[in-house]
């Protein structure tokens, strides 16, 4: 049986708690108690400084998995949370994840999901507010199926133009991926840098991305500026552009 599960973290509470540049971990997985965390240094991935290798190019362009955004949010903070062989239990609590389901009903967390097959074998998650996105944790039960998630990611951030994605701490595969690390208060200026609505949701970003690529419209200027790069001519499938326009500036 499991242990009885405290109210979720209340939907404002954790919205300012990450304006100001904390966030709720747990010790284990069945802990109802929570405790904020500030970090002197974060990791954050520029979003034209993605690190996309030219075997992490083909996968994207062979169009290996189909990505979609808030299709299985539960389903992926929950795979997130399973154990790992080199982490047995996980920060993300049952009460964590209760709280992060009901940010998502709010519609400021999102998912990213990578599926084979029908069947769902990688993601992520985080939280999204002004022109920030938090990422929060990632799964992948196939090779490169993360990886995939992160870069569809970063390229509906820059088409929606946000500013700043903030990975928390660093890690050697998110430096391979390009994270860089800054200190709080640095964080902190992004951050304050980044308030205002984006040009789009991230889950529209995506659905521009399938549709152009699947060659169910075409690019229409919209957000195609600096901040959002060209649109790539000639890409036939939706992993394609997204290939193709993250390593315009990668």
């Not at 362009?61 to 996980?90: G, M």
């Amino acid at each position: 049986m499991h242990a009885a599960v405290q109210k979720p973290i209340p939907t404002r509470l954790l919205l300012d708690a990450y304006r100001s540049g904390i966030f709720p971990m747990a010790e284990a997985r069945e802990d109802s108690e929570i405790f904020w965390v500030e970090p002197r240094e974060r990791a954050v991935i520029p979003l034209d400084g993605l690190h996309l290798g030219r075997s992490m190019r083909r996968v994207l362009a062979r169009d290996r998995f189909a990505v979609t955004c808030d299709t299985a949010f539960e389903q992926v903070i929950a795979r997130c949370a399973e154990p790992r062989p080199d982490q047995p239990d996980s920060w993300i609590s049952r009460r964590i994840e209760a709280s992060y389901v009901a940010l998502h009903k709010a519609g400021h967390a999102h998912s990213i999901e990578c599926w084979q097959e029908g069947e769902l074998v990688g993601g992520l998650y985080g939280v999204a507010f002004d022109r920030v996105f938090c990422g929060e944790s990632m799964f992948s039960r196939a090779d490169n199926a993360s990886k995939v998630a992160l870069a569809w990611l970063v390229a509906a951030m820059r088409r929606a133009e946000f500013c700043l994605l903030d990975c928390q701490f660093m890690t050697g595969h998110l430096a391979s991926m390009g994270a860089v690390p800054i200190d709080q208060a640095e964080y902190l200026r992004r951050v304050r840098a980044a308030r205002g609505t984006p040009a789009m949701t991230i889950a529209d970003a995506v659905a521009w991305f399938q549709a152009v690529g699947a060659g169910d419209r075409v690019g229409d200027g919209a957000g195609d500026g600096d901040a959002a790069g060209a649109v790539p001519a000639g890409a036939s499938s939706p992993g394609k552009l997204i290939a193709q326009f993250l390593t315009q500036t990668s």
